[in-house]
């Protein structure tokens, strides 16, 4: 299965769940908008969706799916399924363990976490009581990813990829069922959360079932090849999640400037689409693939899976990057502004998506560049990158925070800026190792394709950036159409560039959509098995 082929189904199903993520986050800010009670959900769900981050698409996949698919390929399919049994128990009494102590310890890890809520004693004590309500997902959501990558490492991706939806689909219907029983819509949503994680772990373990896989629940044991994938998770925790700690890293000192982390929240959740399409899809796609030619010694055809990677990241990633200069407000003031969400907000939101959108192109890079390290089992380098990037991002962080109201931009602006500025740190340093370890050679086809994709994506974007002007004081009846207008003018004008220029042929774009229309109906008959 080639790499579009793969990370075209990821990209399917990741597009139906953002979709309705979108729909999610509509109904979150009608709801909350930015008030404190907002402030404290998003801290709520922050500290289980941290660490779903690192093990669902970071660390343990990156530890599990190359050591997985070694036995496979040595031992065969029941011994490599026993494997993942043998992981699934680990993981499972680990996790257990370690959620009963977060549930005891919730108000210490509120201290480090949320350290701005203390001048409230009541919004601390609520964030401690949701957390506590949220924090199962993490179990249930770390052995879905245990499942996932048994699944990717069989080339069956539409199961994972679908997972998402039905978080999204219970946060939206929370409110409606919920709300009556529950304190404040906060509550509900944070049970809708913990909700979430069962509801995927079952349909997880169905479709492994339905593939033959049975993961049978033993006591735990720690066999050579546990012990190994382990050993290469623990690092990989830092290198893998180096985007996500510093955004962890944000919330912290975003909970000392009042309204900054629902601020934040929705800018990065406009961020995340093109992020979780693009760059998880290719990390999860890759990996499998690289971790075998590697394996197998294709050296040359490793480099040629990681030169498409980054073209691909890059044709998609650098004009919505330069995009978000000209529809970052058009687009959070037509999602977002209703109900408790009002105009003020959609233009302090648009600001922290534009500093998120510079760094584009460097979340997706890390999200295609780290699998070059970890399938050749080396987590030592990233981790050592990741460190030193996180160490960047603090000290900028605080200094942006209190540095960028002076130039007339919020706090949350600066806390996005300083996330980006370290993310291009992290991938240009990655790309400079891989290069130096033999690893990658930029071919002359990618060298070319790369510089071509950014001319074009600068002048799309200043086109879409003056055609946005018209926007502001538009009536909301018809934000909708102008943004509509403004993504197609943006999409024809882009493509209809990179043709002339020849990044690409009519040919090849045919194809390309055939094989992603293609996967994405076998993806959604596969779920419906």
């Excluded at 995009?323 to 408790?340: D, K």
């Excluded at 502001?472 to 882009?494: C, E, F, N, Q, T």
Aim: glycine share 6%; with cysteine; aromatic share 12%.
């Amino acid at each position: 299965m080639s790499i579009l082929k793969s990370a075209s189904t990821i990209a399917f199903f990741t597009l139906i769940s953002r979709v309705l993520g979108f729909a999610r986050d509509i109904t979150i800010a009608a709801l909350l908008g930015t008030t404190a009670l907002a402030d404290t959900f998003f801290v709520a769900f922050r500290l289980p969706n941290f660490f779903r981050t690192l093990f669902a698409e970071g660390a343990f996949s990156a530890a599990f799916v190359p050591t997985f698919t070694s036995v496979l390929s040595k031992d065969g399919r029941e011994n490599a399924i026993k494997f993942a049994e043998k992981m699934f128990a680990v993981m499972l009494w680990v996790l257990l363990i370690f959620t009963i102590i977060m549930q005891i310890a919730m108000p210490f890890v509120m201290l480090g976490l949320a350290p701005g809520f203390t001048k409230n004693p009541a919004q601390f004590d609520m964030a401690v009581y949701l957390t506590r309500i949220t924090f199962p997902y993490l179990l249930f959501i770390s052995l879905v990813s245990l499942l996932g990558g048994v699944l990717n490492s069989l080339n069956k991706f539409a199961a994972a990829a679908a997972a998402p939806i039905f978080l999204n689909l219970t946060l939206i219907l929370a409110p409606l069922l919920l709300d009556k029983y529950t304190a404040t819509p906060a509550h509900s949503l944070s049970w809708s959360v913990a909700i979430a994680g069962v509801v995927q772990f079952i349909w997880l373990y169905y479709n492994c079932v339905r593939e033959g896989i049975w993961i049978k629940p033993r006591s735990p044991t720690m066999p050579p090849e546990v012990k190994k994938a382990l050993k290469l998770m623990v690092p990989g925790i830092i290198a893998a999640g180096a985007v996500q700690i510093n955004l962890w890293i944000s919330t912290l000192i975003a909970t000392l400037v009042p309204n900054t982390v629902s601020t934040l929240y929705y800018a990065d959740r406009i961020n995340q689409l093109p992020l979780a399409i693009i760059g998880v899809a290719l990390g999860t796609a890759i990996l499998p693939l690289l971790s075998r030619q590697m394996r197998e010694g294709k050296l040359e055809d490793a480099n040629k899976t990681i030169n498409e990677a980054i073209f691909v990241a890059l044709f998609f990633t650098l004009p919505a990057a330069t995009g978000f200069l000209g529809i970052a407000y058009p687009i959070m003031a037509t999602l977002f502004e209703r109900g408790a969400f009002t105009a003020a907000d959609s233009l302090a939101s648009a600001q922290p998506l534009i500093a998120y959108g510079f760094g584009l192109p460097a979340f997706v890079l890390i999200k295609v560049l780290v699998p070059g390290f970890f399938a050749a089992e080396n987590t030592k380098t990233p981790v050592k990158i990741a460190t030193f990037c996180i160490f960047v991002n603090l000290p900028l962080t605080w200094f942006f925070v209190h540095y960028f109201p002076l130039i007339g931009l919020n706090s949350a602006t600066g806390i996005a800026a300083a996330t980006t500025i370290s993310a291009w740190i992290n991938a240009g340093t990655l790309f400079v190792l891989l290069k130096r370890h033999g690893r990658l050679t930029l071919l002359s086809q990618t060298r070319r394709n790369v510089f071509f994709t950014l001319l074009l994506a600068l002048f799309m974007g200043a086109v879409i950036w003056v055609l946005s002007l018209q926007f502001v004081g538009a009536p909301k009846i018809v934000r909708p159409i102008y943004l509509s207008g403004l993504l197609g003018a943006a999409i024809l004008l882009y493509f209809g560039l990179g043709y002339v220029f020849k990044i690409y042929t009519l040919t090849e774009l045919k194809s390309w959509l055939k094989r992603r229309k293609k996967n994405g109906t076998n993806g959604t008959e596969d779920g419906r098995k």
